[in-house]
DNA sequence: CGGGGTGTGGCTTATAAGCA
DNA sequence: TGCTTATAAGCCACACCCCG
């Protein structure tokens, strides 16, 4: 599978709520601020869409919020000040909020501090929210008083921390903001008296001895002694908080479980009612209802209750080995494949019908065919989208192509780590079906025997190449299957002979020099079928007997005299054509010296047509 | 403001390939 | 044929949006 691009995190909460108690606070801005009709207003707030796509959203929010509050009249240090209120003021959430979607993190904080710099404005103005309103305002109060000790707190942190230099430690940076921002137990703020005396009574200390200092030897030792123990300390606090967190992780993950577990028992508990219902009410109005078409009879379509059976492709697979020979049982299936062809083309035409929304998709499905697609979940449509959500993914695309994921996926098992390895033998096996050479099973192992015993051999000791395997790795790594021979990939040469002389020769001398005992020879028969690719629609193979056929063209004229035919033959060399002293060919020149002629093709496999 | 609907990430489980 | 593994299905929860 294609990796997700990275998500892109949408705006932090915190920032949100902060907009929204600035909204807050603009709403309740003291009657003493005019508030102008539009045209006399210089507060007009929105994103120019078209400076959005030429220079950015970052830059187009500037524009409206410096044009609107023109902060460069401000002298130095001078607070904004509120002109107007109402609607038009107003305008400026939505810009906030509509900005922050689409700009980095870095100029979200920029964002932050416009809109504290607007609170701070609103504040000044008089703006007060009312008690009965208080839950926002508590809300976003705790953060701002959480933001101002966050500050402190960093600040102070940042102090302790350069003057206890042996606390120091890059592990620390991993706490969380949160942390910091709770003051929560942290090693680094110094709660233990160990650490506090440490800084009441020694200026800056440091672990490493190198630092001159002009403390005493002795002294000198204490603080050394010291500085482990607070190491020591660190760590088990450390330890212990790992340990927390752990914990805390573990019991959110049982909880989840349990919640699924329940979850699914409370399902099954309603479709067995279901089911049951659906038994006992089959007569009087219902029966009537039925008829009339005014309700859905789910129960009509019993071929449909192993829909999720029949769409996989493997279901042999379990007929074949499930509960054999004491073996595992496995329960029904209860995946749908629903890259199956009859159920994707609904599917496909949802999609497009409903503009790619996974949760329209589903809907749509469910009420034209609910038998089909009862069970479809709208997150497993979602997962199909491609990146950007409108159409299907690379993956789901070949998943649909070949009706099922997982085949063809290239995987070669106990060889995957050995990439090299498999490279060569594919690009050997390629070679000899380009030659022409029948791929067997045998020849195949034989080939990956050697190559894998020449770059890998202590993997021989345990793997044993079975012929399982090899079937296995052509199919999965080339889609080869077993196909018969459809065209003869050459002929046998006029000195085959001689060149069966010297193959025998070779062997001989192969045999001789690395001591080959003669039942190590195995002859590989002559064999009409090889393995090659999937769904070629021409399968060469040597030893292939010839075909004797050639294309007879028969034409007339409208008048219907019969015009001189044309034969069109096939042939991969100049070899193939009649040559000039052929029998007969005196006889054809003299009888239709006026028609006979050759015309060639430059294709590989060439045709010539003679016409006479 | 609350309720319902929607989009989406992430967790758990099922499936079938692969290996010994 | 038992066990392992990569990937998809199934499902939930959270954030956000819209509407009354």
Redesign the pocket.
Known sequence: ?APKPP?KP??P?QL?RRIDYLAELLKHLPDSLPELPAHESTYHFGLDQELVEEEGTWFAFNRAFEVGFETHKNRDGARLQLRERGKNLNGVIGLFKQAVKDISPAERELVRERVDVLVRAAQDAGARIPVR?N??KRKASSMLVETKRTKRDDEEAQQKDAEITVLDDSDCDSDSDSDKATGSVSFVRSKDPLAEQTHDNMSPISIDSSSDSDLEPVELKQIQRNARELEEMRKEVMQDEEQKREAKAQKQ?DA??E??RK??AK?QKERAASRANRKDSTSGSTSKKLILGEVRDEGTSKELTDL?ETS????Q??AN?NG?????V??K???????HPFLWVHIDKAAHKTLW????IV?VLKRDQPELFG??????V???FAPG?RGWSE?TKQ?VARH????R?G?????KAYPRVVEKITAKLKDLRRSGLPVSVSLARSLMLAIIKSEKPDLLK??KVSEH?VR?FL??KLDWSHRKGTRAAAHIPENAPEVCERAFFRAVYLMKEYDIPAKARHVLTGNSSTYHERGAKQVDIVAKDEKRAYTLLVASTPSGSILPFQQVWSGSTHRSLPVGGADGMDEAHQQNCNYFGMTFSLRATLDFSAGT
């Open positions: 599978m998500h949408g705006p909460i949100i309103e839950r926002i993950k989840a479980r919640r699924q979850h699914r399902t999720v996989r492709p493997g279901s697979w379990r080995r054999k020979l004491g073996g595992a496995h329960g299936q209860k995946h749908t494949n629903w890259y929304s996974a949760n329209e809907k069970r479809l979940n709208r997150g497993t979602h997962h199909w959500g993956a998943n099922h994921q997982l085949a996926s995987r070669v098992g106990i060889l345990t793997f395997y296995a199919q999965s």
